[in-house]
Nanobody
Framework: QVQLVESGGGLVQAGGSLRLSCAASGGMFSSYSMGWFRQAPGKEREFVAGISWSGGTLYYAHFVVGRFTISRDNAKNTMYLQMNSLKPEDTAVYYC??????????????????WGQGTQVTVSS
């Protein structure tokens, strides 16, 4: 199984930007579809964005369309989430995850077998 480590979280003012990274090791990164999820206190983990193994297929949750961009660099075994125009409601722990399933739209957490430890994103108003 692939091991995943997120980085890049932090505290930012509303309207600001952050770039999250997810570094993979121990598996064939380029063979996995990848996703970003987030979980706010007291809420369920929710899908944010997904990307196919090639990077050619992308899906976004409606609440991040136009603001977040998911990408990957298979040569560096790394996935990214560029987050712009951040809002206080984006505050959550962000997780990256890997699956051998195809990205076909909004995905559920049980679809993903490997998870990182999460990185905190806090957006102040």
């Amino acid at each position: 199984q692939v091991q995943l480590v997120e980085s890049g979280g932090g505290l930012v003012q509303a309207g600001g930007s952050l770039r999250l990274s997810c570094a993979a090791s121990g598996g064939m990164f380029s063979s996995y579809s990848m996703g970003w999820f987030r979980q706010a206190p007291g809420k369920e983990r929710e899908f944010v964005a997904g990307i196919s193994w090639s990077g050619g297929t992308l899906y976004y949750a409606h609440f991040v369309v136009g603001r977040f961009t998911i990408s990957r660099d298979n040569a560096k075994n790394t996935m990214y989430l560029q987050m712009n125009s951040l809002k206080p409601e984006d505050t959550a722990v962000y997780y990256c995850a890997a699956t051998d399933r195809k990205i076909t739209g909004t995905m559920a957490a049980p679809d993903f077998a490997s998870w990182g430890q999460g990185t905190q994103v806090t957006v102040s108003s």
